[in-house]
């Protein structure tokens, strides 16, 4: 009798923990709750009517499509309405140059190679290359942006629209102290680019490189905003990139960077590697410097910029024991603002208007900003010793690029 009752409380144990677990699992994991119940017909794991899945769709952006594959798959993010929105704004551009060339020679020895280089020898030979880029609608009536370096000493453009079309482009203004060239097409009811608005960009934003990368027109990558405010990269003389993993390859210079809405945040520019192709650290120049630039440039055939007449250098990259914060003047162009206001090479620059100085490409971008003609003071210190000066700003020389 004791026996039966130890087996009989066993048995209930058993059904108990059976019911427990099957509860559980109903709960925690319903399809495997299902699959359960398909190797025991009959039983009955969960409601027969289950609560309805969660959506999470009102909370995505309306520039991300979320759709289920199939119900209770999980769901698909797509950027293709950004894409469809910017890659018709995004041209292809090919640059047709003539260079000229002549033989060199190449002296046997040793010695004479390293004293003398390659000696050009013969007569001027005259050759046609093309380069290829990659260019932005940016209105309807036909002003396209690009890198200046993609256009550099181009006698014939041409412009390869989304749709296969082919016309002619002529150059606006180029700007190499930026990068930046405008050209424009004879059309009207082009398709344009939204324009990103002030919004700032924030590093592990989704962005998306559109161009020509090996003459593959219309080619899109994905990445984030790897940084932003790059400005040690010695590239351009104003430099301010965003930094992204986007792939950026040969021939997208002058292409889109777009947001996950697809308006544009910048232009495709330059890439750090190795190897010469992607390795994931690509850079764009930022929309707010595009939009200055461009309106510039539409506006006058070139970027008119405040100029103070002298070159700089960081203190902090300097000899500085006595840890001054500030920038160093390391030459003084003759007859310009800086030397008719006095300054002299190896005085410290401290403060520019009342508002300090950080460093000299910070210096160099607030005096571009700044209109010829209006004056600025400028703090600073000379053999240890403070003073004050007031300087007439002028316009910026032009740099000639090469052909």
Do not use: C
């Not at 309306?62 to 950027?79: A, L, N, R, W």
């Not at 002296?107 to 990659?134: V, W």
């Not at 203004?173 to 405008?182: E, R």
């Not at 990269?233 to 950026?248: N, R, S, V």
């Amino acid at each position: 009798m004791k026996k039966l009752y130890r087996f009989g409380l066993f048995v209930l144990k058993f059904a108990v923990l059976g019911l427990a677990a099957a509860f559980v699992i109903s709960v925690v994991s319903p399809p495997f709750a299902e699959r359960v119940r398909g190797f025991f017909p009959g039983a009955s794991m969960a409601p027969d009517n289950p609560p309805p899945s969660i959506s999470v769709a009102h909370s995505a952006p309306d520039h991300v499509v979320v759709e289920p594959e199939h119900p209770g798959d999980g769901i698909t993010v797509s950027y293709a309405s950004a894409v469809s929105r910017a890659a018709p704004a995004v041209v292809s551009i090919t640059a047709n140059k003539v260079i000229s060339t002549r033989q060199v020679l190449v002296p046997s020895n040793l010695a004479m190679r390293r004293l003398l280089g390659d000696i050009p020898f013969g007569p001027t030979q005259k050759q046609r290359m093309q380069s290829l880029g990659s260019g932005v609608i940016v209105s309807m009536d036909g002003y396209v942006v690009t890198n200046s370096h993609v256009i550099q000493g181009a006698e014939e453009i041409q412009v390869v629209f989304h749709d296969g079309r082919v016309t002619q482009a002529r150059v606006i203004g180029s700007d190499i102290d930026t990068d930046l060239a405008v050209l424009k097409i004879d059309a009207t009811n082009l398709p344009s680019i939204a324009i990103a608005d002030k919004t700032a960009l924030n590093v592990g934003d989704v962005v998306l490189a559109i161009g020509n990368p090996f003459g593959l027109s219309s080619t899109v990558t994905m990445g984030i905003v790897s940084a932003t405010g790059r400005r040690q990269l010695l590239k351009t003389i104003y430099e301010d990139f965003i930094q992204t993993d986007a792939a950026i390859n040969q021939g997208n210079s002058g292409g889109a960077l777009v947001n996950a809405y697809g308006e544009l945040v910048g232009i495709n520019s330059d890439i750090v590697s190795p190897t010469g192709g992607s390795v994931g650290i690509g850079f764009a120049i930022p929309v707010i410097t595009v939009k200055a630039v461009l309106d510039q440039i539409v506006a006058n055939g070139r970027v008119i910029r405040g100029w103070l007449g002298a070159e700089y250098a960081d203190v902090a990259s300097m000899q500085n024991p006595s840890n001054i914060q500030g920038v160093a003047v390391l030459a003084v162009y003759p007859n310009g603002p800086a030397a008719v206001a006095g300054l002299h090479p190896g005085d410290i620059l401290l403060s520019l208007d009342e508002e300090p100085v950080v460093s000299q490409l910070e210096l160099r971008n607030r005096e571009a900003t700044l209109t010829p003609g209006s004056k600025v003071l400028i703090g600073g210190q000379r053999n240890g010793q403070p003073f004050k000066l007031e300087a007439t700003l002028q316009e910026r020389p032009q740099r000639q690029t090469g052909g």
